[in-house]
C-alpha cells in the first residue's frame, strides 16, 4: 500500500505557499489519493522529520512511502507532462 504525506503550515502569511497548499491537496482529492496531513507549523517533530528526509525547508513537500518527492511546482510540472499519478504506483 502506498502512504501518502503531505506537509503544509497554516502559520504562513506567503500568498505563494497558501496556494501552491490549496493547489495541491485539490490535486490529491481530484485523483482521489488519500493523504495524511502534517500541519508543521504546530508539530514540530514531524518538522525536523520533513527537513531531515527531504532537505529542504519550503512547503508544501510531498512524500510518497517517505520518500521526498517534491514542492508544489515539481508536482504540477509532473502534471502537466502526465506523469503525476506514476507517483502513487
Known amino acids: 500500500m502506498v502512504t ?3 506537509y503544509t503550515s497554516s ?3 506567503m500568498l505563494k505557499i497558501k496556494k501552491d497548499q490549496s493547489a495541491l491537496k485539490t490535486l490529491l482529492e481530484a485523483k ?6 502534517y500541519d508543521v ?8 522529520h520533513m527537513k531531515k528526509t527531504s532537505g529542504k ?3 508544501p513537500q510531498l512524500f510518497v512511502n517517505d ?3 517534491g514542492l508544489y ?3 504540477q510540472a509532473l502534471e502537466e ?3 503525476f499519478s506514476d507517483l502513487f504506483k
Open 4 to 6: 501518502v504525506t503531505l
Open 11 to 13: 502559520a504562513t502569511g
Open 32 to 37: 482521489g489519493i488519500q493523504y495524511t496531513e
Open 41 to 48: 507549523a504546530s508539530d514540530q517533530a514531524q518538522r525536523e
Open 57 to 59: 525547508t519550503e512547503l
Open 67 to 69: 520518500k521526498f518527492v
Open 73 to 75: 511546482d515539481d508536482l
Open 81 to 83: 507532462i502526465g506523469q
